[in-house]
């Protein structure tokens, strides 16, 4: 089974302070996303990242940078934390096979909360 | 704009009774559209795909159909249990790496 794993299920954090969430798979998937997930709005795409040392912005970049150093851990950093930023934060991967069906496999979800 | 659009009213049904979600969509070209399963405070989990060229969709008591035409996609449980009872996420994919969600639909099933 695929498992994706993050480092945190709850944290709370102060305004203007840089947060890291980490995102680790352990199944040799070339791509990783990091979405927030807000009550009637559904996922969003903050970053996407389809090797190491690569990234691509999603819809809802600003705010956030990634880092991508080794293929099986991708993580999200809140440079100046604010709180519109309080969300649910979820990792997911997929891999680019026969068909490229994508599907994405996703981690528990960090909920965060900034003060 | 790409638009995803589920029916944001919760849907309340009795147990053993078929379930019927839709997935509507504007905008968009997917070359497969896919359904995820989330349960409260946890990551959605996938559950079915299917392509453009595909009409329907069965894995044991789901079915998925897609109409490429009516841009509008359907998700049935049949026989449907209180564990069936979460969120349901339709997601589009056109290539590329880039997915869309929906919002989702909440599912209660009553015993």
């Known amino acids: 089974d695929v498992k994706v794993t993050q480092s945190s299920r709850y944290l709370v954090k102060r305004t203007g302070e840089k947060v890291f969430l980490e995102c680790v798979q352990d199944m040799d998937h070339e791509n990783m996303f990091w979405y927030r997930q807000d009550p009637g709005l559904g996922l969003r795409l903050i970053y996407f990242s389809y090797d190491v040392k690569m990234k691509e912005k999603g819809d809802i970049p600003e705010g956030y940078s990634v880092s991508r150093e080794k293929k099986e851990r991708f993580s999200l950093i809140l440079e100046s934390a604010s709180t519109n930023q309080t969300s649910m934060y979820l990792c997911?991967?997929?891999?680019?096979?026969?068909?490229?069906?994508?599907?994405?496999?996703f981690g528990p979800g960090t909920r965060l909360t900034v003060l | 704009s790409q638009k995803i659009e589920q029916n944001s009213e919760a849907l309340n049904i009795q147990e053993g009774k078929t379930a019927t979600l839709t997935c509507n969509y504007t905008?968009?070209?997917?070359?497969?559209l896919q359904w995820y399963r989330q349960d409260p405070g946890r990551g959605p989990v996938f559950l079915l795909l299917?392509?453009?060229?595909?009409k329907e969709k069965r894995k044991e008591r789901l079915k998925v159909t897609f109409d490429t035409t009516l841009k509008q996609s359907l998700f049935h449980i049949t026989a449907s249990q209180p564990a069936d009872s979460a969120t349901y996420l339709c997601a589009l994919m056109g290539g590329g790496f880039k997915t869309i969600f929906g919002a989702g639909t909440r599912l209660f099933v009553k015993a």
């Open positions: 997911a991967s997929s891999v680019t096979g026969t068909g490229r069906t994508d599907t994405q496999y």
């Open positions: 299917i392509r453009e060229n595909e």
């Open positions: 905008n968009y070209s997917p070359a497969y």
